[in-house]
């Protein structure tokens, strides 16, 4: 071979490879060749002839995607015109730049879609073409781009159709549970993404990266730190550090927020007291709020979990949650900040179920906070467990701002080995009725203050991102991210959308790759319920940890255990949650708490959340509720075995890193899924003394096997 070819084939097999080992750092913008020659003919002449109207940090932002899709898509960077009219064919601006050119009917639509809303589509202007990408506000224009290069990854970008949107939710904010030493409360990648240590002089690229990824799915709120707070956050050095953080996320329209410990007027304040209603404890916030927005004008606000879990908060002083939370509003409100309370709270020196406690607390509380308050509900009322009933407090309270909160992160759901997409769960939580305040109720229509009138709407989400390379442990963990963003985004998406939307963007267009990769995503959450945590079970899975199955584990606080929810005895298994038990279910709406008090009634995925049911209770397929539970937990393998067989057949379609990547966590996930059915299946045994199905896979093993296992290094705890 002579040098030249030799080289040039060198060069070849090492762009190749390079270009096959996809480490998924990208995410969904890895902004491939455009191999569509038509598409090509529409995109390339737009990227060719650019004139944005004025300039500010979030064009600049936006002409840095730009630069890196044109780069990747066309292989050239894109040109920037000066002049609108000549040598011009996109335009992009806000209504307010382009109102000479737009008539009075296209600036009112626009101006209807609200601050974060924009518009894309073809303008005609003496004879002559232009395609357009409009906001109310820049940031409206980079939500735009980012939708219009996302309809060209997936190829459905056609010029000629007109394209409005605009968030139904005004706070799409992501919680990180990061601590200051880098580790992550319930992280399963890697450590926090916050270098605080080398901050604010070093700073990582990756913030950057981390802020496209998240304004292109409409995230536009941060909160940086473990909801368990450290006082030091808020110390003028961690100040600094967070400055330069609110700096970068600044021209990606994102906001910064921080925990806030209820206690720091006693730690970083040297104070004796945190009393809320104390003069020196006042002052200390309001100064400590006013430092903040000394560094931060923009700064969001605060998160606060108080009272909950051996938290510090407002009981210590005999205060209510009410008042806890207003004293921090009101050092907020001269700046326009919002404080989030969370309504996670629950106590160990109250019996009451747990499931009960929020309700009870902030029931009573009801019209008493401010208006820069919202109070954040989990999905559920015990904790964000494979399936729950959505949380009694949507639609109990009605005269308080609330807002969502989801866990992206797989906590209680495989962690970063399991492939369990997460929006269908979502969906299903958004779209249950809660028949309060008004029939048609439901939680998405709370959520986006059709039913109050609220104007501070919110859906945060617990975030899996972390220092792993491809940021989230397990590369449909990005899925997920993507999902919490378009969810909150539009809480009526349908989950099989957005599963294709991603797919289309981090695999491809095929047909076959779409189909085959939705299917497994929309079954994985269903599986996972199977095998973890059928029927309406819940919280039985390892101590602490919550890692793998543990439906066995005893001692300490009762509502740490395992037996205080699945509660089997020789009778049967289940919560008696109805008006002979707990009485949790009284806290819905009567149609709620009517349909459901019925065992039979009641959707079957919540039976053993709500009612205590003899091992030979007939369920709705007519098998025994003994027999029932078994078919689910073997399903559930069953399902993951489907999963690595649908994969497995797009070997020859995938990148082979991120195909070998897969593989091998569906292994583990098969590993783990038979672990928890023989675990589960074994120890409830125990109590049901009955024989497995003969047509099932009969759990192997040993139980005190299983329960001698121990976990002292897993991570996120
Ligand atoms: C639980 C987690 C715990 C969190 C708590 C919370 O196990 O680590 O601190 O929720 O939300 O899910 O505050």
Known sequence: MNKPI?????????????????????????YRPISNSQLKSHVEPLLNEIYFYGDNPTYQAIKNELNLA??????????????????????????????QTLSLDQQSKIKALGEDGYWRGNIELDGKSFYAIIGNQPVGALYGVYNWLNSIQSNTFDKT?????NPKIKIRMLNHWDNLDRTVERGYAGFSIWDW??????????????????????????????????????????????????DIFRPYGIKVYLTARFSAPI?????????????????????????????IPDFGGFLVKANSEGQPGPHEYGRNHAEGANMLAEALEPHGGVLIWRAFVYSHEDDVDR??????????????????????????????????????????????????EFQITQEYLGQATNLVFLAPMWEEVLKTKTFRPTPTTTVASILEGKESGQKLTLIAGVSNIGT?????????????????????????????????????????????????VEEIMLESHEAAVDYMTPLGLH??????????????????????????????????????????????????????AKAWSDPHEIPEKYLLWFHHVPWDFEIKDGNTLWDGIAYHYDRGVKEVRKMQQTWASLESEIDPAQFDHVRQLLEVQETEAEWWRNACLLYFQTFSKRPFPADIEQPEGDLEYYKSLMFPNAPGI
């Open 161 to 165: 159709i007109e394209l409005a949107d």
């Open 539 to 592: 919280h039985i899975m390892g101590r602490s940890h919550h890692y793998g199955p543990g439906p066995w584990v005893m001692g300490g606080r009762a509502d740490w255990t395992a037996p205080y929810y699945h509660q089997a005895d020789s009778l049967g298994i289940g919560f008696d949650r109805t008006s002979n038990g707990s009485g949790a279910l009284e806290q819905y709406a009567p149609e709620v």
């Open 355 to 404: 499931h009960m406690q929020a309700n009870n607390e902030f029931g009573p509380l009801d019209g008493q906070f401010k208006d820069n308050v919202i109070i954040q509900i989990k999905n559920g009322a015990i904790d964000f467990q494979p399936r729950e009933p959505v949380h009694p407090l949507y639609g109990a309270i009605t005269k308080t701002n609330v807002g969502m």
């Open 267 to 295: 730690q970083i304040g040297g104070l004796k007291t945190a009393d809320p209603l104390d003069p020196e404890v006042k002052a200390f916030w309001k100064k400590k709020t006013d430092e903040i927005y000394s560094f």
């Open 6 to 30: 030799y080289l040039t084939a060198l060069l070849w097999l090492c762009f190749t490879v390079t270009s096959l080992a996809n480490d998924g750092y990208k995410l969904w913008l890895d």
């Open 468 to 516: 792993d390379q491809n940021w989230t442990g397990h590369l449909f963990g990005q899925s997920n991210w993507y999902a919490f963003g378009r969810q909150a985004w539009d809480p009526s998406l349908e989950s099989k959308q957005i599963a294709e939307e991603w797919i289309k963007l981090t695999f491809g267009t095929k047909p076959e790759v779409l189909s085959k």
């Open 70 to 99: 044109s780069q990747k898509m066309l292989g050239k960077v894109p040109i920037y015109s000066k002049d609108r009219l000549q040598n011009t064919k996109l335009w992009i601006g806000t209504r307010e730049q382009l109102s």
């Open 197 to 246: 240590h080398k901050l604010p002089g070093y700073v990582d690229p990756r913030y950057t990266d981390y802020a496209r990824a998240n304004a292109s799915i409409g995230i536009n709120a941060v909160s940086l730190t473990n909801v368990n707070a450290n006082a030091l956050i808020l110390t003028t050095d961690f100040m600094k550090k967070v400055k330069v953080l609110a």
